[in-house]
């Protein structure tokens, strides 16, 4: 990998380009739908900082004030991406947690090699409380024979990802990815509209700091996922308690946790037994991040990127974040401890 100084400013094309020079056999099609994502999600950060906007310029349901019907936020997103990436000829199909079947690539348009997948505005319901919003994606090779994407294509295990990433929308908007050489994040610098490199090959701590957990599902829980709980909080085991956040936000619970070590938790439970996030639009992507920063990801019994999905919208348990911690799931989840 080429290495930069603290000093050198390196916009997210550029780091793109050094990477595929890597791998001489690369056409450049997974450089393009890169491209493709950072355009979409600066397009979807500026609908997010004027979203406060909405009631005084008129709310969903209403008209704005050009005469133009309001869209919801989550929904707009998702027209953004599929308008971004649906004519580059990269694609041969999409999946969105917003629409119930595969979105096909439109007759007209080349149909290139890869497929993605994605949640356009996860935590979508914290718009109103300006609380940080996330997209997250996973770009999958196609693996079947036909010039279109197919379910099979999308039901492909995560440890079969190419690349996978998020953008936070945040105090500011970042852009973290992976390709399997590391994970790296970039920052939207409104002044020039570029992502410039701002945490090259991210390392998340073998320990984690933060324990995040929605726990008033805590009368739901099995005795383990408890017991689990108790050795977090430092109750039992004689660990050092984690500090609980939550913003109930994925991308933003996720992202802290990366950058200064913690645990991502949301257990299965009695009116929930897979959990309730995604596997293929939020589950694998993060988890390939994850891993590429030292972390692991577990459903609680198993690596999430080994999973075999079944449906696209599938929803798994998800313990997520520092190596000790998501071990410690799978151990006191197995009845080892
Ligand atoms: P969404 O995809 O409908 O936005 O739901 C996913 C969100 C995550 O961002 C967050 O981690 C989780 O739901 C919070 O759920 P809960 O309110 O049950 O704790
Ligand atoms: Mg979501």
Known sequence: MVRH??????????FIIEQERQFPEATGELSGILYDIALAAKMIANKVRSAGLADILGAQGTDNVQGEAQQKLDVLSNEIIVKAMDHGGRLCAMASEEEPDIIPIPEG???GKYV???????GS?????????????????????GRHGTLEDMLQPGRRQVAAGY???GSSTMLVYTTGQGAHGFTLDPSIGEFLLSHPDIKIPNTGKFLSVNDSYEQHWSDEVKTLMRHYRGLEGGSKPLSVRYVGSLVADFHRNLLAGGVFAYPAHAKSPKGKLRLLYEAN???????????????GHCRILDVQPEELHERTPLYIGSKHEVELANDILAGNV
Do not use: H, W
């Not at 100084?5 to 550029?14: D, F, K, P």
């Not at 609380?131 to 996973?138: N, Y």
């Not at 992507?285 to 459903?299: D, H, K, N, R, Y």
């Open 167 to 169: 953008v936070i929308y």
């Open 116 to 122: 993605l997948l994605f949640d356009p505005l996860d």
């Open 125 to 145: 319901s914290n718009i109103d409380v300006n609380v940080p919003v996330g997209t997250i994606f996973s770009v999958m090779r196609k693996i079947t024979n």
């Open 5 to 14: 100084t603290a000093t050198s400013v390196v916009t997210i094309e550029r």
């Open 285 to 299: 992507p993060l988890a390939f991040i994850v891993e590429q920063a030292g972390g692991c990801a577990s459903t």
């Open 109 to 111: 348009f080349r149909c």
